[in-house]
């Protein structure tokens, strides 16, 4: 009556016990026979990338002793933090595309022209193929690999997809804008799975879609045959990237944002993307295989403003935006607000020592891939382009001497403003200043880089990080060698950068002599309301359409 169930269990006679105790022993001896394949097997990696998620829009950074309750809640992502490595000063690009593709690649965007445009739904381009990703690296050493989420690479010919460029498995969107529910951009639906349109997806919440996928796939590698091959999970979460909607239980955990519909949608969206986030280790742990998993997390750069009352990008931005605090400027923008965000690395194969610390040197999205095949002890047997990354695995594991990473270029961006522009009269969808570098402490922004006379115009700016973290004491006129030092190394990198032309957002696309410069722009396929982005040119890269 009272709904408990009673279970009545009859206890065992003289050959069950026996039997029992051969298949227990038995167990045990399968056991351990396959602790040698376990212990041999590369560790798993998980690599989660948030979309336009401030550094304090994580709850590890957004609460203190004094206020205990973060801004926004990220409990899970603060949980990460705390049993593994937070890296305090992790850099990234300030727009989507240059991030994902400095990860995949572990080079500069610069050196491929990605530096003032993320990749439009039209535009017939995308990361050089003669671009070695990271999971071709990690397939040459027995590695599964799958990406559920946001790809933002190009997709205009097929070589360009996540299938060609070294992962078995995708599902998500190849652009960036789409509704989170409907999964539509501009005029095309945005959601394939194995790069074919799956529209029996609509109106599900991509976050969740992402989830589903990720424990999905989880729970696949833990069984059978699968156990005998490590895996390598690229997790890019659309959220928390506009149009902000978020699912309405996650709307009522932020009434106090009721009056400002835009920010309440954000801050559930992000919280939203922590539970998601929390299924997906949950599904590690429940598996077995958290133990031989190693997790990485990152925003893929700086939170935008926009919402109501939040001042939007400018040239020479002022503005420290409370999702950004206590840094200057925004996503779109080389200021520290723009691209220094939350980056941790957890995994119960840290040394106990390491867990719950930090390591408080500069670490760079390029650093990734070599630390990545550091972890792995993955060999290198393809020839690739020279990384700018730099292998932080002995750092984050607790070897001091290895935090020797000295220097990061944050952005080159080569397309100068017009003289005399205004604040919000910029070229690019990133405003001056365009190029920034970081040596130790000291770090130069410089209005831009000129291509035609190989050298840094307009204003420059030097900031100490350390002294001041909002970049609020220009120090470029007490400091002057330090600013001819800097200047010089930049100024290097520049003479680098303007070997390749810049991506454009419209026509010729990377310059009138790039091939495809004269090609149309791509649109969706299909016939009236069941039209989808889809490769569009037919034809190798380097072919014409």
Known sequence: STGQRIIWCRPLNADAKLMAWKNSGMRVILLLLLLPLVSSLGPNVVFILIDDTGFNDIGYNNKSSSSPIPRIRTPHIDALAETGVTLTNFY???????????????????????????????????????????????????????????WHLGFYK?????????????????????????????????????????WSLKGQYSGNLVRDNAVAYIRERSRGSHLSEPFFLYIPFQEAHSPYQAPQEYLDMYPELAGTPERQ?????????????????AALHDTGLHSNTIVFFCADNGGPGGQEQVPTPSRFDSAVLDR?????????????????????????????????????SIVHITDMLPTILSATSSSISREHLPWDGVDMWPCITGHIPSCQ??????????VCDPPGSSAHNFTTECPAPKAALRVGELKLLAECYNVSTGTLTGRRMLYNLTADPSESHDLSTELHQELALLSAKLTAYGRQAAKIPALEGAAPWQGEGYYCANCTPGRPKGSKGKESWEPWCAGPPGQVC
């Not at 572990?106 to 999971?135: H, M, Q």
């Not at 949608?265 to 280790?281: E, F, K, P, S, V």
């Not at 220097?407 to 080569?414: G, Q």
């Open 265 to 281: 949608n954000l801050a559930g969206m992000i919280t939203h993307n922590d539970d998601m986030i929390g299924d997906i280790i």
């Open 92 to 150: 990234v690009q300030p727009i989507c595309t240059p991030t994902r593709a400095a990860l995949m690649t572990g080079r500069y965007p610069f050196r491929y022209g990605v530096t003032g445009y993320t990749i439009s739904a039209d535009a017939p381009w995308g990361i050089p193929v003669n671009e070695t990703f990271l999971p071709e690296f990690l397939k040459d050493n027995g590695y599964a690999t799958a990406m559920f989420g946001k």
């Open 405 to 414: 990473r000295s220097d990061v270029v944050l952005n080159l961006n080569t």
């Open 158 to 198: 097929p070589e360009y997809l996540p299938m060609s460029r070294g992962f078995d498995r995708q599902s998500g969107i190849y652009n960036a804008l789409a509704d989170h529910f409907s999964h539509v951009i501009g005029p095309g639906y945005d959601w394939h799975v194995n790069q074919t349109t799956d």
């Open 324 to 360: 950004n605090w206590p840094f200057r400027g925004q996503k779109h923008e080389v200021y520290e607000g723009g691209v220094r965000v939350a980056g941790v690395v957890s995994s119960p194969l840290l040394p106990e020592e390491a867990v719950g610390s930090t390591v408080d």
